[in-house]
């Protein structure tokens, strides 16, 4: 007997049926991070990519995007037609990625201090050299965005913009939803876990951001992938965003610790008491352009704590946009290409010319 198909000729039931459980079994595949790109430099475990282009760039002031250090870098350039890298390259930028890499037992003692203090400055430094500038635009993504906003504050000599993309900078108690529940010191010891496996695992830290939302995470994700599949649409988007949102990577054991006792718990970056090798770090010193973005919907980055950044710095220019959208769906999606991606177009093309704009406007805020 034929297997029954789709209205139409589709693919025949029994077939989706059968991917639906070799994927809950095996985990969605795609092809990911597809727009061309070249090696720039590395360090240690961390590559930094330019994106090629046909045609030369149409606004000179490079920008470097940068990423968490739990996660894979390629959601900045997840699959054609659903790429904020390819949409960035597309409006003229030339877009420049630092990937952190994947750390391995001897890398248990990199810290932040290490990541902003030595990474970031040679991936800046390369940036500069390749694009035959003096100036670019800092882009950091959630604990990217952390690392970009010290950065700034230390470093803020060959930096034109900053862009903070859902990013955490206040840890005010009560602030950080379930995070800060599970962080809390009767509940978690961040010592007992890197003493035991130097780096935190890959399946420990995808199992922490996913269970702040076990529905969603667990349920709702395969009950996306059957309606797709049992209605015959597409799902090369699925299949992307699932492989990336279950394709986690080890933090490093010193990192992981500074993140839950100096950010989670003692607050110290937004109290102005963060220091790394001695050195505080005040976000007040941050003068350049800020475009700030946040998403109601986030359950990582709460509202309250992307907006106190407004309040910390002292760019003349700075901007507070918040979209309706959650973590990952303000970067990707259809929402994304509607919101955030022209946004930002706009915003940086305003501020990327070769001379610095006079913007005498302050502390805006954007409405969704």
Not at 139 to 159: D, I, K, T
Not at 190 to 204: E, L
Not at 241 to 266: C, L, T
Not at 309 to 326: E, F, Q
Request: with cysteine; glycine share 8%.
């Amino acid at each position: 007997m034929t297997p029954p198909t789709a209205v139409g000729g589709g693919t025949s039931l029994l077939d989706r049926c059968t991917e639906g459980l070799r994927i809950i079994a095996g985990g969605a595949t795609a092809s990911t991070a597809q727009t061309p790109r070249d090696v720039v430099w590395t360090k240690n475990k961390a590559t930094l990519y330019r994106y090629v282009s046909d045609t030369a760039p149409k606004h000179p002031v490079p920008i470097l995007l940068v990423y968490a250090l739990v996660g894979r870098s390629y959601v900045f350039d997840l699959m054609p037609g659903n790429s904020f890298v390819e949409f960035l390259v597309s409006e003229g930028f030339d877009v420049y990625l630092l990937d952190w890499g994947i750390p391995g037992p001897e890398d248990r003692d990199l810290a932040f201090d290490d990541y902003v203090l030595d990474y970031l400055p040679r991936a800046v430094k390369k940036v500069l050299r390749s694009s035959g500038t003096e100036q670019l635009t800092l882009f950091g993504y959630c604990q990217g965005g952390v690392m970009s906003a010290m950065y700034a504050a230390l470093m803020p000599e060959h930096l034109r913009n900053l862009v903070l993309l859902t990013t955490p900078v206040d840890f005010t108690p009560g602030t950080t939803g379930l995070p800060g529940l599970w962080l809390k010191k009767e509940h978690h010891d961040p010592d007992v876990v890197v003493d035991a496996y130097g780096n935190v695992p890959a399946k420990k830290s995808l199992m922490g951001t996913a269970m702040q939302k076990p529905l969603p995470n667990y349920v709702g994700t395969y009950v996306t992938m059957w309606n797709l599949l049992l209605r015959d649409k597409p799902m090369d988007g699925w299949r992307a965003m699932s492989k990336w949102a279950n394709d986690s990577i080890p933090v490093a054991g010193a990192a992981y610790r500074q993140w839950v006792e100096d950010f989670h718990r003692d607050n110290r970056l937004a109290r102005g008491k963060m220091r790394l090798r001695g050195r505080r770090v005040d976000l007040s010193a941050i003068t350049v352009p800020l475009l700030n973005i946040a998403g109601r919907k986030d359950h990582l980055c709460l509202l309250p704590q992307a907006e106190a950044t407004m309040d910390l710095v002292s760019s003349p220019d700075r901007t507070l946009v918040v979209l309706d959208a959650g973590h990952v769906g303000l970067l990707v999606g259809r929402g994304a290409r509607n919101g955030l991606w022209p946004q930002t177009s706009a915003w940086l093309a305003a501020r990327s010319s070769d001379q610095a704009p006079e913007l005498p406007h302050r502390n805006r805020r954007t409405p969704s």
